[in-house]
């Protein structure tokens, strides 16, 4: 018998644990942004910041009932869309669960979101929903001209005990934004930069988030 076996198992599934949760801050976004990217595509809906190859030359008026084609917005929505219908059918499939109905993208992401805890037992299952739920979230903050999503974090600094948790999914950590936060590294730059922070790498999400809330 592999006596590594069982530490194999346990980190395995420590892992698929990790993916869920990293899953749901992914999921959480990504049901907060993806309205806002059909507002974007909407006539009129169009913020000032939001990237895009359309231009308007000077003093050129648009024609009554008209609207620029926002091209990238769409290939976002349509990318996203797809990429939700098959994650939403590849988890029932592989959780031998019956074929998903047809349901509105968020509807469709709060199915998901509700199937993460069974999903938590199958570590290949697990990290397809992390990094699918990444790589769409992504796609809808570069649409939406955001430089990149912030999400909440449950739990408690540990090292200066306030609500101040952030994630920041893009860079892969956790940052405590407390301005007067300070750990207790004599190395770390938060004790001598006021504009450092303090961060955790992504595999400490679920323990930070579990931590005193």
Do not use: K
């Amino acid at each position: 018998m592999n006596a590594t076996a069982p530490d194999d198992h346990t980190r395995g599934a420590a892992e698929a644990d990790g993916a869920t949760h990293d899953a749901a801050l992914w999921i959480e976004t990504l049901l907060r942004q993806f309205p806002e990217l059909l507002t974007e595509l909407a006539p009129g809906g169009r913020s000032p910041s939001a990237p895009g190859p359309y231009r308007r030359e000077a003093g050129a008026r648009p024609s009554p009932g008209t609207a620029p084609l926002r091209l990238y917005v769409s290939d976002a929505i349509r990318d996203i869309t797809d990429g939700v219908v098959e994650l939403d059918e590849a988890v029932h499939d592989r959780l031998r669960l019956p074929r998903p109905r047809r349901a509105p993208v968020p509807e469709r992401l709060a199915r998901i979101a509700a199937l993460l805890d069974r999903a938590a037992a199958d570590e290949v299952l697990a990290a397809h929903i992390r990094d699918e739920t990444r790589r769409m979230t992504r796609r809808c903050a570069r649409a939406l001209g955001e430089a990149e999503p912030v999400v909440r974090v449950r739990g408690r600094c540990p090292w200066c005990d306030s609500v101040s948790l952030r994630a920041f999914p893009a860079r892969q950590a956790v940052l405590c934004v407390n301005p007067a936060c300070r750990c207790d590294d004599a190395l770390c730059d938060c004790r001598t930069d006021p504009a450092h922070r303090h961060a955790w790498p992504e595999a400490e999400w679920r323990r930070l988030g579990e931590a005193r809330s």
